[in-house]
């Protein structure tokens, strides 16, 4: 197995280095050149797996064999034992035709521990394999960073270097970076905002001469090992309500597009997955594209669902590449465009094959809040902001659809404690593991939005 590049120009690639590089040296995204199939007399076997299990069997036709097979399996089993529900992603059922599956059992009590703690540890085996050491250096407006510190914490030839916008994370948010006791984890407050933590990063990554000084790495959702590791998910949803002999739909809290690409992928090996109801919050340049055709940017505004407060949905260009029919060159040239006017608008065919599986879904502040309350109130379930979008769009799509729909919930509640008191009038009971690092010591060092003073910093940090 190897991997392509979305923009074309940059050589096909095995598993192994498609996880270290992250981006395409073109500034394209990898993808597999194929996509494995499932077979229908496959699927029924895996029915009564356990999640690692099934884990294995999904994703081991990526790997192309770059990890042994022990290896493997053993990272994954580790990953998924660090869940504290024993299902890992357990799925309840809400109403008729709708589903919620939670995926924040993990960690950090937010979906991305399901990649971030196997890309963690096949990151950390790959460099010792070759003998290298990295530098992971990230930015975060809140759950990324505490995601990526849990999956490289106490990991030898990896130091974590986290920027954050000082002040304008959660207090939780924070303390879940901050309270981590491991030497080779680094917080860093920037005196700015979010933008500022990311744009420093990548003028680090684009300073040759520190890049390669200290290894630079990045776990950042375009990474393809994430998408791999977020198929699993959607299979065992599939599989418990009937796949491969009854289809459903999949309801999917969109930011990155990363999560709900990897049910994309998981369509395209196999799954009978009939649509994907993409949901957005007032940011809605996913709903606008899915219904006209025109992807064009706006301003980016705070709302109560901030993992999804964004702008350009980079993995997109994954969905996009397919769209083109694999054009990488067209592709390039497109979002060349997109990137210099703000906008890019699909031909009609490409249009057309995008609303065969996806559809926009579009709730604001209000609506999330109408929606928590009254989830709590019929069925005693408290869902986060943003499982909330989710939830409205899969109840939309069971009104006249005749498949279940499941709404992914992406984050506990409460990690969103604010916003659901606003909602049902008092904050969800913090698990045991967030109580406690409210009081737990916190390390981070206060920096200025200054490159050279960050980079100083990481050089006299670094063992
Ligand atoms: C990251 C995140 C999302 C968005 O996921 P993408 O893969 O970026 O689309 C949604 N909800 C929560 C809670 C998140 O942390």
Not at 94 to 105: A, I, N, T
Not at 198 to 226: C, E, H, P, T
Not at 424 to 444: D, Q
Request: with cysteine; net charge positive.
């Amino acid at each position: 197995m190897r991997y392509l590049s979305t923009r074309g120009a940059a050589p096909a690639l095995p598993f192994e280095d498609v996880l270290l590089a992250g981006l395409a040296a073109d500034g394209g995204l990898y993808l597999p050149e194929s996509w494995p199939q499932f077979s229908a007399a496959e699927l029924r076997g895996w029915a009564g797996l356990s999640y690692a299990d099934l884990a294995i069997r999904v994703m081991a036709p990526f790997l192309g064999g770059s990890i042994p097979m022990a290896d493997f399996e053993r990272m994954v089993r580790e990953a998924y034992a660090a869940f504290d529900h024993p299902a890992v992603v357990p799925l309840k059922q809400l109403e008729d035709r709708v589903w919620l599956m939670e995926l924040f059992h993990g960690p950090t009590f937010a979906f991305k521990d399901l990649a971030l703690q196997l890309v963690g540890r096949l990151y950390a085996h790959l460099l010792k394999k070759r003998g290298g050491r990295a530098t992971i250096v990230g930015a975060t407006s809140g759950d990324t960073g505490s995601a990526a510190i849990e999956a490289c914490r106490d990991r030898e030839a990896i130091e974590i270097f986290i920027l954050h916008p000082e002040g304008r994370v959660s207090e939780v948010q924070r303390r879940q970076m901050t309270t981590v006791a491991a030497k080779n984890v680094h917080n860093i407050a920037i005196r700015g905002s979010f933008d500022d933590c990311q744009d420093l990063v990548k003028a680090m990554f684009a300073d040759a001469k520190f890049r390669d000084a200290y290894s630079l790495g990045a776990v950042n959702s375009i990474n393809w090992a994430r998408i791999m590791a977020q198929i699993v998910y959607y299979v065992r949803a599939a599989l418990l309500l009937g796949a491969p002999d009854r289809a459903v739909g999949f309801a999917v809290p969109t930011g990155n597009f990363g999560n709900v690409y990897a049910g994309y992928a998981a369509k395209r090996m196999g799954l009978p997955i009939e649509r994907f109801h993409v949901g957005s919050n007032r940011n809605d340049i996913l709903a606008r594209l899915f219904r006209t055709g025109e992807m064009s940017v706006r301003p980016v505004e705070p709302s109560l669902s901030p993992s999804m407060d964004i702008q350009i949905s980079s993995n997109l260009e994954r969905l996009l590449f397919d769209l083109y029919d694999r054009d990488g060159k067209a592709l390039a040239a497109d979002m060349a465009g997109f990137r210099k006017t703000g906008t890019l608008n699909l031909t009609a065919a490409r249009r057309a094959r995008l609303d065969a599986l996806f559809s926009g879904f579009r709730l604001d502040d209000a609506g999330t809040l109408a929606v928590i309350a009254d989830l709590q109130k019929r069925t005693g379930e408290i869902v986060d902001p943003h499982s909330a979008i989710g939830v409205a769009a899969a109840r939309e799509a069971a009104k006249s659809g005749a498949v279940p729909v499941v709404a992914l919930a992406t984050a506990h509640p409460a990690k969103f404690g604010d916003a659901v008191r606003q909602a049902v009038g008092r904050e969800p009971a913090l698990p045991s593991r967030l109580a406690r690092i409210m009081t737990e010591t916190e390390r981070c060092k206060a920096l200025p939005n200054d490159l050279a003073k960050v980079e100083a910093y990481i050089r006299e940090t670094l063992p």
